[in-house]
């Protein structure tokens, strides 16, 4: 958690783009998010001419002799504000693009790079307030950065782009990630997922007495039972595709500031022909885990579709296709959360049924878990639900759970309340049992593959879900015509007595 200080300067900023003319949520995070790049750049450049004075080893430098202006720790001090957004215009963005880091992405990241801020006292102001950030803290950065994604969905627009924080959790300690896995999001946004899962991992394999607390209670994790996996944390296990380049900058960043120094996020529309040409070993057979909320975008062509997927589910529609490029992209084994909108679990078309037949007789559908309809509010009130299944075996029995609060309210404010379903639906997820859970009465309950078939391959909750109705008791309509009589003879009476005073 970030201190009200720090949140205080990064409001503060926030709103200085906004007056400065820069009023999409998204571009702001981007333009912030290139600034501390260029920071990070020069707290890495200092890392390593350090270490070489050390070692007396040479190393692959950024800023060469003749351009070290274009260092952050130099044009921070550039005066007057013109001469400032000159040099970072002309001169510090273009050399983004000819950077190369070893071990990292940075080219594909920032090859598109631009400066929008055309105010010089709002790039001064953005300098001063990133420079005072700890960019060198490792959770501090990142709960700083997730704090600037927050505001995309207080913001307006752009909302859609993240998912709810609590409802990704609950899905990554569903899957309950292992260091040894791969993990991947065929549509990664902001890759809320993926840091969610970089987190998780980090609390996990924490031992006890290496929990470091500050002064204000928080605690930090460090991931010391990580050691011996993380030369495949941070180079092979991540992977994340997005076709927006925005997001592809932004979540490089937010996974940047949570401890992996060379994210995998590429710029790939993975529903689309040339996705298993350009990346053949991620499209097929690969990920132990896949976590998404895909954009359900309406309908696509057939032409922009590959093959493979049409094969298994004809269809126009992006949430039925997603499911099934999930299914391909996973290795025999693998498993996946994703949500999907409620259709997909009761839609009646050819594609719909086919989809689901395919979860439930050639691979393991697990779960069903509905989410109330107000999770994405403001920007969607369309009901979701989050599928849980695993690449092959066979289906026996379903897991339902039926989430009626998120532990906030279901309009538009989406203010924090007590009511909260999801520790119950982990807790009753993990202590699972088919034999034991089958009273369909409660919120929670077993329904084996064979009713479903029975039931045309309907998931929803609601075909399966028994409700029961207690029955209303009411008075003796004699015993309420007399008190309605007495009503109405004490109301004569104030009148009479009102009419009196009147004269």
Same mark, same amino acid.
């Given at each position: ?9 990064v409001d $503060?900023?926030w709103?200085? *783009? ?7 949520p ?7 998010? *290139? @600034?501390?790049?260029?920071?990070l750049l020069?707290?890495?450049e ?6 070489a004075?050390?070692?007396?080893? +040479?190393?692959?430098r950024? *800023? ?12 921070k001090?550039? #005066? ?23 071990g ?10 631009q400066l ?7 790039? !001064? ?33 752009n909302?859609?782009?993240?998912? +709810? ?19 991947g ?6 890759? &809320?997922?993926? !840091? ?21 209670g928080?605690?930090h ?5 990580l !050691? ?9 296990? /991540? ?12 979540a490089?960043?937010? @996974?940047?500031?949570?401890?992996l120094?060379? +994210? ?13 040409e ?7 057979d ?9 954009? *359900? ?6 032409e ?5 997927l049409?094969?298994?589910?004809k ?6 296709l /997603? ?5 391909r992209? @996973? ?8 949500i999907?909108?409620d ?24 779960? !069903?878990?509905?989410? +109330?309809? &107000? ?9 979701? &639900? ?20 998120? &532990? ?5 404010k ?5 009511e909260n379903d999801?520790p119950?639906?982990?807790k009753?997820?993990? =202590?699972?049992?088919? $034999?034991?859970?089958?009273?369909? #009465? ?16 309907d998931?929803?909750?609601n075909?399966?879900?028994? #409700?029961?109705?207690?029955e209303? =008791? ?30």
């Open positions: 958690m970030i201190n009200g200080e720090l949140r205080s300067q $503060k900023l709103t200085e *783009f906004w007056t400065g003319g820069i009023a999409n998204l571009m702001v995070i981007e333009q912030i998010s *290139f @600034l501390m790049f260029a920071r020069d707290i890495r200092t890392k390593e001419e350090n270490k004075r050390r070692t007396k080893k +040479p190393f692959r950024i *800023f060469s002799d003749s351009n070290q202006e274009l260092r952050w720790s130099s044009f001090r550039v #005066t007057p504000a013109e001469e400032m957004l000159k040099l970072v215009r002309d001169k510090v963005f273009p050399h983004f693009k000819t950077i190369v880091m070893d990292t992405r940075f080219g594909e990241y920032m090859k598109d790079a929008m801020i055309q105010k010089p006292s709002l790039l !001064v102001s953005a300098v001063n307030m990133i420079d005072k950030l700890p960019l060198t803290e490792g959770d501090i950065k990142g709960d700083l950065y997730e704090y600037l994604l927050s505001k995309l969905t207080t913001a307006g627009i909302g859609q782009f993240r998912t +709810p924080r609590h409802i990704i959790r609950k899905m990554v300690e569903i899957v309950d990630l292992k260091p040894e896995d791969t993990i999001d065929p549509a990664c946004g902001t890759a &809320g997922f993926l !840091v969610s899962a970089m987190e998780y991992l980090m609390e996990t394999y924490t031992s006890p007495e290496a929990v470091i607390t500050d002064k204000e928080n605690k994790y460090t991931g010391d039972k !050691v011996p996996y993380m030369d495949h944390i941070q180079n092979r296990m /991540f992977k994340g595709f997005d076709f927006d380049s925005t997001m592809l900058r932004i490089s960043m937010n @996974l940047l500031l949570h401890g120094d060379a +994210p995998e996020i590429h710029y790939q529309d993975t529903l689309s022909n040339n996705f298993p350009r990346f053949p070993q991620f499209a097929n690969h990920f132990d885990v896949i976590l998404a909320n895909p954009p *359900f975008k309406g309908s696509l062509d057939y922009d579709v590959h093959a493979s049409l094969s298994k589910v269809t126009k529609k992006t949430e039925l /997603f499911v099934t490029l999930i299914l992209m @996973l290795k025999m084994g693998g498993r996946s959360a994703t999907v909108p259709g997909v679990l009761f839609g009646s078309s050819k594609a719909h049924l086919a989809l689901r037949k395919m979860l439930v007789d050639e691979n393991q559908l697990e779960a !069903v878990i509905s989410l +109330p309809s &107000g999770v994405f509010k403001p920007y969607a009130g369309v009901s979701t &639900g989050i599928i849980v299944f695993t690449k092959g075996g066979r289906t026996d029995h379903i897991f339902y759970y039926d989430v009626q609060a998120d &532990g906030f309210s279901l309009d538009d989406r203010n924090p309340i007590e999801l119950d639906m982990l009753r997820w993990k =202590k699972r049992n088919p $034999k034991k859970d089958a009273d369909r #009465t409660k919120k929670y309950f077993f329904v084996t593959a064979e009713q479903i078939r029975e039931n045309k391959y998931l929803s909750i075909r399966y879900k028994e #409700t029961v109705y207690e209303e =008791k009411y008075d003796p309509p004699k015993d309420i015509l007399d008190r309605m009589v007495a009503l109405e003879k004490e109301i004569l009476a104030d009148m009479e007595e009102q009419r009196g005073m009147l004269g």
